[in-house]
């Protein structure tokens, strides 16, 4: 099949599984919740390993090397996969996509998130890495957890409301966007006076 997917950033599989529903194009939003799944799960694995990470420090082997060993495993395995089945295949997708939010997730905890992989994956990776970590009992990112989670469901319901504004109305539904822009810029003149 054409399908292409980015398996070092998920931005975009938030966007295409909304759309995926929205048009009915269910396989389509399946084999994006797969790739946020596999992003998340990476992340969740590397905050079950070091659910305390200290900001700058890589700290021992026990913290970050066995991280890092399944990311490499994952990798091997995905490009196995990917050499077996010619591309056909898919997992080998999901696969690497563990592995990225495995290293995305411990790039952006040791350095306070100063040094990001990518972008909305960033938030797919934070909170699979404060899951992990609330589960193992820090429960220090709970609020980030909450709100992040909020601001993700936010972002794919957009997408998702999207579809049918655009479908009904074109380019007239960024007079929306206009508008929320405006309000925003007129809220802060007023709280600024």
């Not at 290293?103 to 990518?118: G, H, K």
Request: proline letters at 2%.
């Amino acid at each position: 099949d054409s399908t292409k997917q980015a398996a070092a950033a998920v931005t975009g599989a938030w966007t295409n599984s909304a759309l995926g529903v929205a048009s009915g194009n269910y396989d389509q939003a399946k084999f994006n919740a797969k790739c946020l799944g596999s992003y998340f799960s990476g992340s969740l694995v590397a905050s079950l390993i070091n659910p305390n990470p200290v900001p700058f420090e890589v700290g021992g082997a026990d913290k970050v090397s066995p991280a890092f060993l399944i990311g490499s495993l994952l990798m091997y395995a995905s490009s196995s996969v990917a050499k077996k089945s010619g591309g056909s295949d898919t997992s080998f997708i999901y696969l690497a996509a563990v592995a990225c939010g495995i290293q995305n997730s411990i790039t952006s905890v040791l350095t306070q998130n100063l040094v990001r992989s990518a972008h909305f994956s960033g938030i797919t990776s934070d909170i699979g890495t404060f899951l992990g970590q609330v589960l193992r009992g820090n429960k220090q990112n709970v609020e980030k957890l909450r709100v992040f989670t909020l601001l993700a469901a936010s972002f794919w319901i957009g997408g998702l409301v999207s579809f049918s504004a655009t479908t009904t109305y074109a380019s007239s539904t960024l007079l929306f966007s206009s508008a929320l822009f405006l309000a925003f810029a007129i809220g802060g003149l007023v709280v600024a006076c």
